[in-house]
């Protein structure tokens, strides 16, 4: 293993990635915030939600935010290089075994994934206002669960932008993403699916829900939530599947 | 110094449509998903290589001429690692580029068929950032990309980003960027596919300029002054197969008689043929579809005459002549039966 290359790559992808930070963070942060204030402020402050409903939304919408942004950092520059113009191909060519590239694309997408989750707090807390109780009580839990969402957003990355083409960008949002969200557990606990007994059983696919469930429990751990070595082996699980489906797309897709 | 290429057996198959030109998997609610409910589902199947064996000496320019979709760019992608092959092996020097992948690749600069820049990227950056993926130093890599900057001609668009170059600037660039580890085996898939005169001209002496430093080269042309000129030894490529090799000379002077005259009559009488084949100087008469003949002879403009005369004889009107000195592409004519251009 060649770890100049993939050092020099990650650097790549970093220089990239600074160059283009305001758009970037405009365009994974701007949607989780505004969320936060129409719901988080406006809402609650009218009285139309309880001032609790602060403290569930939080760490669904850091979820959401790590998830997007993983998903954003690994799939939408893959699809874009492995398409007809072959951009790829450079990195393809240089001294490393194939598959470490994809490697290098997830490590990467797991450091933005976890700049993004990171920032939300400060900047969800500010715009929520009074009545936010954080716990820093399990900040070990809190770290592992971090590390393996980053981890989940940014191989389904890699899974996704191996697998579809650039005419079906729109299709993956509408299709993976939106439903993804809606019945991730983010602006709910999973706890309140009780009423809708199949769906409460059927969303248990959808990884968002480990993410928001597992950041909910070691930040709110008042709140009613998924149990958190449950959280931890569905995320290792899903990880797992994953990032082998992940690697071996990849793989197909660059080698002919 | 130097280092050559040695292919043995090689085999390719495709069975899927190569990735570039694959549809996006995963969602695809085209006809083609429709398509597959049949059971006897049509299978892609295209055999790209046939048993090809090739060696390449250490320090030699080496041609491989042919049609488009005669198999070059597959020998390419197999001895870059990009092309996985059905069978068969292929050595750069004496490493097994299937073997010992990240090996081979440290021996290997490639100039594809497409400019495959990194779009997020400047000129500059490209090459500063590809000369770290091959481990140089912060200082030698500014100083090499500097020098290469120069020597393409693109200092003054050095820090711009590449989406706004033009095609011959983006082909200089990924050239720049294939010697900017300064490897041993240069492959060029094609390279002055869409380049200007003055350009290409450029490109020859830089390829000549680096094979001085005793570095092989391999280079993939349909055009036959290109592989004239520039290479020491070539091998002929048609439907995956090697026809012909040597050098340039060797390979023109293996054409029966040299040179090579191309006839259209309205009709073409056994007897004709015959006449022709009588004719002084003329060692290979063959007729082609739709009144088209071809003669082989030592001599070119002194047999029209006689041409026409027997032409006459026989009451067979010619349309159309056609005189081609010895060359490469009376060569591909004549092994293939085909124009490489066909």
Same mark, same amino acid.
């Given at each position: 293993m060649n770890w100049r290359t993939f050092y020099a790559m990650l650097q790549r992808d970093g220089h990239v990635a600074r160059r283009n930070l305001f758009p970037t963070l405009l365009q994974n942060?701007?949607?989780?915030?505004? /969320?936060?204030?129409?719901? $988080?402020?406006?809402?609650?402050?009218?009285?139309? /939600?309880?001032?609790?409903?602060?403290?569930?939304?939080?760490?669904?919408?850091?979820?959401?935010?790590?998830?997007?942004?993983?998903?954003? %950092?690994?799939?939408?520059? /893959?699809i874009t290089e492995l398409q007809f113009t072959r951009e790829i191909e450079d990195r393809l060519l240089a001294p490393m075994e194939t598959h470490w590239l994809a490697v290098e694309k997830i490590v990467a997408g797991m450091i933005q994934a976890l700049v993004s989750g990171l920032v939300v707090i400060p900047a969800a807390w500010l715009m929520l206002g009074s009545g936010v109780h954080i716990s820093f009580q399990n900040l070990g839990l809190f770290a592992v669960i971090c590390v393996l969402v980053a981890l989940l957003s940014s191989s389904g990355g890699l899974a996704l932008?191996?697998?579809? $083409?650039?005419?079906?960008?729109?299709?993956?949002?509408?299709?993976?993403? %939106?439903?993804m969200m809606m019945f991730g557990c983010a602006y709910y606990?999973?706890?309140?699916?009780?009423?809708?007994?199949?769906?409460?059983?059927?969303?248990?696919?959808?990884?968002l829900v480990y993410a928001s469930?597992?950041?909910?429990?070691?930040?709110?751990?008042?709140?009613?939530?998924?149990? $958190?070595? %449950?959280?931890?082996?569905?995320?290792?699980?899903?990880? %797992?599947?994953?990032?082998?489906?992940?690697?071996?797309?990849?793989?197909?897709?660059?080698?002919? | 110094m130097g280092i050559g290429i040695r292919i043995e057996n090689l085999r390719k198959v495709y069975d899927s449509p190569p990735p570039s030109a694959a549809r996006g998997g995963g969602f695809s609610f085209g006809p083609a998903r429709a398509g597959s409910k049949d059971k006897g589902k049509k299978k892609f199947e295209v055999v790209a290589l046939d048993r090809i064996t090739l060696e390449i000496s250490a320090g030699e320019i080496f041609g491989l001429l042919g049609p488009n979709g005669a198999g070059k760019s597959t020998t390419i992608g197999v001895l870059t690692t990009r092309t996985r092959p059905?069978?068969? +092996?292929?050595? !750069? =020097?004496?490493?097994?580029?299937?073997?010992?992948? #990240? *090996?081979? *690749? &440290?021996?290997i600069g490639v100039v594809p068929q497409r400019p495959n820049l990194d779009f997020a990227l400047t000129a500059r950056e490209i090459l500063l950032f590809h000369g770290a993926y091959f481990g140089q130093g912060a200082r030698q890599r500014a100083r090499r990309s500097d020098e290469l900057l120069e020597r393409f001609k693109l200092t003054d668009r050095a820090d711009q980003n590449v989406r706004g170059f033009s095609g011959g600037m983006m082909q200089r660039l990924s050239i720049a960027r294939a010697m900017m580890h300064d490897p041993q085996v240069l492959f060029l898939d094609e390279p002055s596919a869409g380049l200007d005169p003055q350009t290409? &001209?450029? &490109?020859?002496?830089? #390829?000549?300029?680096?094979?001085?430093q005793g570095k092989t080269i391999v280079i993939t042309t349909h055009y036959m002054d290109e592989a004239d000129t520039l290479?020491?030894?070539?091998?002929?490529?048609?439907? =995956?197969? !090697?026809?012909?090799? =040597? +050098?340039?000379?060797? &390979? *023109? +002077? +293996?054409?029966? =008689?040299?040179y090579l005259i191309r006839l259209k009559f309205d009709r073409v009488p056994e007897e004709l043929t015959a006449d022709l084949r009588q004719l002084p100087g003329v060692t290979e008469v063959r007729s082609a579809d739709a009144g088209g003949v071809d003669v082989y002879a030592g001599c070119g403009g002194p047999l029209i005459g006689p041409i026409v005369g027997a032409a006459q004889a026989r009451g067979a009107e010619l349309h159309d002549v056609h005189i081609a000195e010895p060359s490469l592409e009376t060569l591909f004519l004549h092994h293939t039966g085909r124009s490489l251009r066909d």
């Open positions: 942060l701007l949607q989780p915030l505004l /969320l936060t204030f129409v719901f $988080g402020r406006v809402l609650t402050s009218s009285g139309m /939600l309880k001032a609790e409903y602060k403290n569930i939304l939080l760490p669904g919408i850091m979820a959401i935010s790590m998830v997007i942004s993983g998903i954003q %950092a690994v799939a939408m520059p /893959l932008g191996c697998s579809i $083409g650039q005419t079906q960008i729109g299709l993956m949002f509408s299709l993976v993403v %939106a439903p606990p999973w706890s309140a699916l009780r009423s809708f007994p199949v769906l409460q059983y059927a969303v248990l696919i959808n990884p469930e597992g950041l909910r429990g070691s930040l709110m751990p008042e709140i009613p939530h998924i149990p $958190g070595l %449950a959280v931890v082996g569905a995320l290792i699980a899903m990880d %797992a599947v994953l990032l082998v489906f992940g690697l071996k797309k990849f793989q197909q897709k660059t080698v002919s | 059905t069978a068969g +092996s292929a050595f !750069i =020097g004496e490493c097994d580029v299937w073997q010992e992948q #990240v *090996k081979a *690749k &440290l021996l290409r &001209l450029l &490109l020859w002496e830089i #390829v000549r300029e680096y094979n001085r290479c020491d030894r070539l091998a002929i490529i048609d439907h =995956g197969r !090697i026809i012909a090799q =040597g +050098s340039p000379p060797e &390979l *023109k +002077s +293996s054409i029966p =008689g040299g």
